[in-house]
C-alpha cells in the first residue's frame, strides 16, 4: 500500500523543491530539538542527494566518519520512493552490514522513533543466506550435532503440513542460527546447484517467502550488493524462464559502502566449476531402472571430469594467493573439449530418461540446468579469449572460476546506463578526493561528486603508531599489545594472512580471541560489542562495522592491504599504464582509510591505531602518509 509523503505538496512547488524544504527543517530543527548534532557535511550531502534524484545522476557522495551519511540519504530515499510509487533500494557491502542497519537502536529506528515516521523498511539477503529444505533434508540423514537439531526445531509445524502457507512467517535466514558455524551452514544452506524453479518445495521455502515479504515494500528494500549483482547478473534468464526477477522495480539505488560495488559484481558475473559437486550430482541419478546408455554416459562425463581436475591441479602455479593462476596445457584443453561432448551426449540421453520417469523430476531438471551451465563454462575457459580464470578454494572445495569479461561493460549495461538515481556513499570513494579510480573500474561516464570530511577532533581522540619490524616480530607485537585487554580489532588483508597468524598465536593469547568465521560473523560482532570478546580478528571488516565508545579503543592493521597477486587483479594491471599507481595503491590506500575509519564513529569515541610494517611494506609508508588522520608516533 502506497504512503503518503511526510510533508505536503502544493500548487505552486515542485516536489523537489518541496523535499528540499522538508530537509532543512528535519536536519536544522526537529533533529537538534530532540538531541541531534546538527550537522554542515549532513546537510550538504542531503541536499547533493535531493539534487542527483532531480537530475537522475550517479553520485559519488564521500563523507567522512561522523557525518551521519544513513540519515543524509534516507530521507530523501524515503520521501522519493513514496513520490514514485517504487522502494528505493539500500545495497550494503555484506549481510552483517544489514544487521547493523536495521538493528534496534540504528538509524531507521531512530527516524521512527523522532519523527514519528513509520518506514515500511524490509530485507533481501542473497540466496545463500537461507536455508534450503532439500539440502537440510540431506543433512539430517548424516549430521548428528546439536546444530542440525536446533534448525530442524526452527522450521515452523505449517512447512510440512497440508493446507496454504500464508499463516507461515518468514523462516530460515542465516541470522537465525548465531551458533551455526560458516562450515556447517554451508552443508544445508541455498546454493548454485539448487533449482528452485523446479524444486516440489519453492512454495513451502524460507527464501521464497522472505521474497514474497520483501516485494511489497512501499519504502525501503535493503539487500547486500552481492544480491543486487546476482540480480542484475540473472533478471534476464530469469524473466525469459517466466520467473520474476529477484528484486522488484526500485525508484533509485543507494550503494552503501560503495567502493566495494566492483567485488560483488565480480563475484556474481563468474561461473564455478567445483570438482566434486558434479560427480556428487550424477551420483544421485544412478538408480534402478536407469537406461544403461545413460549410466554409460555419466560414467563416462565423471571419468573425464575427474582427469580435467586432475590436469588442472597440476597445471596451476605454485602461490600463496587465494587465487591460483592456471598455465593451461594442450592436454588440459583436450580434456576441456572431450568434457564438452560428454554433456552434449548425456543432454541427449535425458531425453529418453524424462520419458521413462525413472529418474525423479527435480533431480532430472536440476541435472540438466546445471549440465548446461557447466558446459557453458567450460567452453569458455578452453576458448582461451579475454575470460580471466583461476583456482581457489571455495567452502572447502576446489573451484575453477571463470569470469567471461570485464565487469565494466556489464555495469555499464545493466546499472549504469538506466536513467535512474544512483547514489554510492562511503567515507572512502577517493584518492585525495580524485573519484577516477573508482569511476574507472565500475565503468561509470558520468557522475557527480563531492568529498567532505568528518566533523572530529582527531587530534584529540586518536593515536596512530607505527610499528616497522619483520613479518615474523609481528605476532610477538600483537601478543605485547593485547596484555593490557584494549577492545582490539586486529585486520587482515586475507583469510590466508589471518588463519597463518591465528597458527602463530599462543595457546593462552589464542583462547581470548574472536577469529571471523568461527560462528556467524554478526553473533560474533554481538559478542564483542557487549564486552564477552576482547579482541576480535577479522579480513572482511575493514568497512561498515560501527562499534562506538569502550566498544571498540583499539584497531591493529597487520597488513598493509594491497591486493593480491592472482589473475584478476593481474587483468586490472594489464590494462594500466603503470600498474602500481593506478591499481595497486589506490585499493590499498581506499581499503586503509576504511580499516582506520574502524576506529572513531562517535564524538565519545577515542583510542589507537597501529599499523605493522614488514621490510618491504616500510618503503611505502610515505605512500600513505597523507591520509593519516593524525601524525603517526
Known amino acids: 500500500m502506497r504512503k503518503s509523503l511526510p510533508f505536503e505538496l502544493s500548487r505552486e512547488k515542485t516536489f523537489f523543491d518541496s523535499l528540499g524544504d522538508w530537509l532543512g527543517d528535519v536536519l536544522y530543527d526537529e533533529l537538534p530539538e530532540r538531541g541531534f548534532e546538527c550537522r554542515d557535511e549532513q546537510i550538504f550531502m542531503a541536499y547533493q542527494i535531493e539534487q542527483a534524484l532531480k537530475e537522475k545522476n550517479v553520485l559519488f557522495a564521500e563523507a567522512g566518519v561522523g557525518t551521519g551519511k544513513t540519515i543524509a540519504y534516507l530521507l530523501p530515499a524515503v520521501s522519493y520512493a513514496r513520490y514514485t510509487g517504487k522502494p528505493a533500494l539500500i545495497a550494503c557491502a555484506d549481510e552483517t552490514l544489514i544487521d547493523q542497519l ?27 543466506q537461507y536455508l534450503c529444505l532439500k539440502r537440510f533434508e540431506e543433512a539430517e540423514k548424516t549430521e548428528t550435532e546439536e546444530w542440525i537439531d536446533d534448525i530442524a526445531f526452527s522450521i515452523p509445524d505449517g512447512v510440512y503440513a497440508q493446507g496454504s502457507m500464508i499463516a507461515v512467517q518468514p523462516y530460515g535466514d542465516r541470522s537465525d542460527y548465531p551458533g551455526v558455524s560458516d562450515e556447517d551452514w554451508q552443508k544445508v544452506n541455498y546454493n548454485s546447484i539448487m533449482q528452485c524453479a523446479v524444486c516440489d518445495l519453492r512454495n513451502r521455502c524460507g527464501q ?17 550488493q552481492d544480491f543486487l549483482m546476482e540480480h542484475l547478473a540473472t533478471k534476464e534468464s530469469r524473466e525469459r524462464e517466466g520467473q520474476l526477477p529477484l528484486l522488484p522495480d526500485v525508484s533509485m539505488v543507494v550503494l552503501d559502502e560503495g567502493h566495494l560495488l566492483e567485488y560483488a559484481a565480480q563475484k556474481a558475473l563468474t561461473y564455478k566449476v567445483q570438482a566434486y559437486t558434479i560427480v556428487e550430482l550424477l551420483e544421485r541419478l544412478m538408480v534402478d531402472g536407469v537406461r544403461e546408455r545413460t549410466l554409460y554416459a555419466m560414467e563416462h562425463l565423471q571419468d573425464h571430469h575427474e582427469l580435467f581436475f586432475d590436469q588442472l591441479r597440476d597445471d596451476v602455479v605454485p602461490s600463496e594467493e587465494d587465487r591460483k593462476r592456471i598455465s593451461k596445457s594442450e592436454r588440459l584443453i583436450q580434456l576441456g573439449q572431450r568434457v564438452i561432448a560428454d554433456v552434449e551426449q548425456l543432454l541427449e540421453e535425458f531425453v529418453f530418461e524424462s520419458e521413462l520417469y525413472m529418474i525423479p523430476e527435480y533431480e532430472l531438471n536440476m541435472a540438466e540446468e546445471f549440465l548446461e551451465h557447466y558446459a557453458a563454462a567450460i567452453r569458455i575457459f578452453v576458448a ?12 572447502g572445495e576446489e573451484t575453477l572460476v571463470i569470469m567471461p569479461r570485464l565487469i565494466t561493460d556489464v555495469l555499464s549495461e545493466t546499472l549504469f546506463s538506466k536513467k ?16 577516477s579510480y573508482i569511476a574507472t573500474s565500475l565503468g561509470i561516464e558520468k557522475f557527480q561528486s563531492f568529498s567532505v570530511p568528518s566533523p572530529f577532533d582527531y587530534e584529540e581522540v586518536m593515536k596512530i603508531y607505527l610499528h616497522e619490524l619483520s613479518q615474523v616480530e609481528k605476532v610477538a607485537q600483537v601478543e605485547a599489545l593485547l596484555k593490557d585487554n584494549k577492545k582490539t580489532l586486529i585486520l587482515f588483508k586475507s583469510k590466508q594472512a589471518m588463519n597463518e597468524f591465528k597458527s602463530k598465536l599462543s595457546l593462552m593469547t589464542r583462547l581470548n580471541v574472536a577469529f571471523e568465521g568461527e560462528r556467524e560473523l554478526s ?10 570478546i576482547q579482541t576480535l580478528c577479522s579480513y572482511h571488516l575493514w568497512e561498515g562495522l560501527d562499534l562506538p565508545e569502550e566498544a571498540l579503543t583499539r584497531v591493529v592493521i597487520f597488513d598493509l592491504p594491497f591486493p593480491p597477486q592472482d589473475p584478476l587483479f593481474d587483468a586490472k594491471r594489464s590494462f594500466a599504464t603503470n600498474p602500481f599507481e593506478e591499481v595497486e595503491l589506490p585499493f590499498m590506500l581506499l581499503r586503509l582509510q576504511q580499516g582506520m575509519g574502524r576506529l572513531i564513529r562517535t564524538s565519545n569515541d577515542h583510542g589507537d591505531i597501529h599499523i605493522l610494517l614488514n621490510e618491504h611494506e616500510a618503503q611505502s609508508k610515505d605512500k600513505f602518509f597523507n591520509i593519516l588522520a593524525v601524525e603517526p608516533q
Request: a negative charge; one cysteine or more; charged letters at 30%.
Open 384 to 395: 582461451q579469449g579475454d575470460a580471466v580464470d583461476w583456482l581457489e578454494d571455495t567452502d
Open 420 to 435: 535512474m538515481p544512483i547514489v554510492f556513499s562511503s567515507a572512502t570513494l577517493s584518492v585525495n578526493k580524485d573519484f
Open 208 to 224: 521464497t517467502l522472505h521474497r514474497a515479504h520483501y516485494r511489497k515494500s512501499s519504502d525501503l528494500i535493503i539487500c547486500s
Open 523 to 532: 553473533a560474533i560482532v554481538r559478542d564483542f560489542q557487549n564486552g564477552d
Open 102 to 128: 536495521v538493528k534496534e537502536g540504528g538509524d531507521i529506528h531512530k527516524l521512527r522513533d523522532v519523527l514519528g515516521l513509520d518506514i515500511d523498511v524490509r530485507l533481501a539477503k542473497s540466496r545463500d
